[in-house]
């Protein structure tokens, strides 16, 4: 192993793929990111320019490289959206449900943080070009990948 790898920091995750089931395991976020105090958060790690994520499925040892093109998403279990209660107690909730290539539907919450006259779930699906978004609910946190999102309806 290289001296000049960065420390990495193990998360449990459910990844759903384009192709099978869901699958528990863990993936793996930097310790220290330029950006911000902290670790990096396991939206960053998608929402990075590499094409492939590390995945140990729970029921393997072997770690899998796995494509972010064919990530449906990657969902973390009762993880707030937004890390700051700051910043989570000012956003405004949106209701949604996601449509899915395939068929999966996905309900849940979107946190906006935008001006009101822009705070709608269209600006938030449109706000950013990186290529996966947060829905939550109650039970976890998804990390979606737009390109498998055939329509979005709002809730609200």
């Known amino acids: 192993m290289s001296d000049f790898s960065l420390p990495r920091t193990p998360l449990p ?3 759903l793929q ?4 869901s699958r528990s395991g863990v993936v793996y976020v930097m310790e220290r990111v330029a950006d911000h105090d902290g670790p990096e958060t396991v939206l960053e790690m998608l929402n990075r320019t590499e094409g492939f994520f590390a995945f140990r ?3 393997a040892d072997d770690i899998l490289l796995v494509s972010k093109a064919h990530t449906m998403w990657l969902s973390q279990d009762r993880q707030a959206p937004i890390a700051d209660p700051a910043r989570l107690s000012a956003a405004r909730l949106l209701g949604t449900e996601l449509i899915l290539v395939g068929g999966a539907t996905l309900g849940g919450w979107a946190s906006v943080e935008l001006p009101m006259p822009h705070a709608r779930l269209l600006d938030y699906l449109n706000a950013s070009p990186q290529p996966f978004f947060a829905v939550w609910t109650h039970a976890a946190t998804h990390y979606v990948n737009r390109a498998h999102v055939l ?6």
């Open 57 to 59: 499925p729970a029921d």
């Open 13 to 15: 995750a459910h990844l």
């Open 151 to 156: 329509y979005a309806r709002p809730l609200d």
């Open 18 to 21: 384009t192709q099978g089931v």
